[in-house]
């Protein structure tokens, strides 16, 4: 046999480490990227539901100072010839808070059967 003409061909190994790991890199890079930005995104909520709170309980106070004014204008305007003027020209009445209402089932909403009554004449009939 002659093997000169053949060409002696070994197979190529080639390795499967880079492309994995650059795979891998690419995923664990944007998984982190994804995690820096909801945290980011998580305390910018916080601060403004910080911010807003408080802007809350001013708007708390000022409802309260507001209210507290209309009631002395509607006392006054018992005595008063303007205050009355003011309350009617703006229509400012007075509602008193309702009483919330009870509820008809105990806490935990658990449905408890009404005790019966023992029917005196049930046995005479």
């Known amino acids: 046999m002659n093997t000169s003409n053949a060409t002696n061909t070994t197979p190529v190994v080639t390795s499967t480490f880079l492309p994995q790991f650059l795979v891998a890199l690419s995923i664990g890079i944007f998984f982190g990227w994804q995690v820096f930005s909801a945290s980011r995104q998580y305390f910018a909520l916080m601060r403004v539901s910080d911010q807003q709170s408080v802007l809350v ?69």
């Open 57 to 125: 309980n001013q708007a708390a106070q000022t409802e309260a100072k507001i209210q507290s004014m209309m009631t002395d204008l509607l006392k006054l305007s018992a005595t008063d010839a303007d205050a009355k003027a003011i309350a009617t020209k703006y229509r400012i009445t007075y509602t008193p808070p309702r009483q919330p209402a009870l509820p008809e089932q105990p806490a935990g909403g658990q449905n408890v059967p009404a005790k019966a009554s023992p029917d005196k004449n049930a046995g005479k009939r």
